[in-house]
């Protein structure tokens, strides 16, 4: 999608010196949904009170974390 979008920096493939666009899942963990633990300042959500499969433990945004343990970087 990046480069039909011509975002020729974006969808890159992991690779030393490439800024990291990634999501790191632990797919074996469950999680409770809690509306007011939720990184969203909306507390509406269809999923409250759910157990879900998987949980994402980080995110990177060219190289910078943007959640760490699951919870939003400021």
């Known amino acids: 999608p990046a480069r039909i ?3 020729e920096s974006h969808g890159l493939d ?4 490439v800024p990291a666009n990634l999501t790191l ?3 074996a963990a469950r999680r409770v ?4 633990e939720l990184a969203s ?7 409250a009170g ?3 499969p998987g949980r994402v433990v ?6 910078e974390p943007t959640v760490l343990d699951g919870k939003a970087v400021k």
């Open 50 to 52: 759910m157990s879900l």
């Open 5 to 7: 979008a011509g975002l």
């Open 14 to 17: 992991p690779a030393p010196g």
């Open 41 to 47: 300042l909306s507390r509406n959500t269809p999923y």
């Open 33 to 36: 949904v809690e509306p007011g």
């Open 25 to 27: 899942v632990d797919p």
């Open 58 to 63: 980080a995110t990177f945004l060219r190289g």
